[in-house]
C-alpha cells in the first residue's frame, strides 16, 4: 500500500522556521516528481514548490521564493519543505503529492496533510 505521510507541521510565530517532511512507503520515491501544496480554510489549493526525480529542477510559488526550499532524499525516500521567514499568511494544511508518471498533469498519489499555523 502506497503511503505519503507529511509530518513537521506545528505552531510558530511570525519570521519563525519549520521544516516539513514527506515520507513515502510502498513506491520508489526517485521515480517521482514531488510538489508540495497548501490549503487555508476557505481557500482554494495552491501549488508551493516542486522537486525533480533527479532533483536538478526545483520550482516555487511567487509567495514563498527566497524563503522556502524544497530538497529530496532519495535514499530515504522523503521530500523536504525548508520554511524560513514564515508570515501568518503562510498558514495553511500542507500536503505533498507525488506526479502520476502515466497521466500529464495529474497526482498519483497524496499524503494526508500536515498544519502549519503562523501566529503574529
Known amino acids: 500500500q502506497v503511503q505519503l505521510i507529511e509530518s513537521g507541521g506545528g505552531l510558530v510565530q511570525a519570521g519563525g522556521s519549520l521544516r516539513l517532511s514527506c515520507a513515502a512507503s510502498?513506491?520508489?520515491?526517485?521515480?517521482?516528481?514531488v510538489d508540495w501544496f497548501r490549503q487555508a480554510p476557505g481557500q482554494e489549493r495552491e501549488f508551493v514548490a516542486g522537486?525533480?526525480?533527479?532533483?536538478?529542477?526545483?520550482n516555487y510559488a511567487d509567495a514563498v521564493k527566497g524563503r522556502f526550499t524544497i530538497s529530496r532524499d532519495n535514499a530515504k525516500n522523503t521530500v523536504y519543505l525548508q520554511m524560513n521567514t514564515l508570515k501568518p499568511e503562510d498558514t495553511a494544511v500542507y500536503y505533498c503529492?507525488?506526479?502520476?508518471?502515466?497521466?500529464?498533469?495529474?497526482?498519483?498519489?497524496w499524503g494526508q496533510g500536515t498544519q502549519v499555523t503562523v501566529s503574529s
Open positions: 522537486i525533480s526525480r533527479s532533483d536538478g529542477n526545483k
Open positions: 503529492a507525488a506526479v502520476s508518471r502515466i497521466v500529464a498533469g495529474q497526482y498519483a498519489y
Open positions: 510502498g513506491l520508489t520515491f526517485s521515480r517521482y516528481s
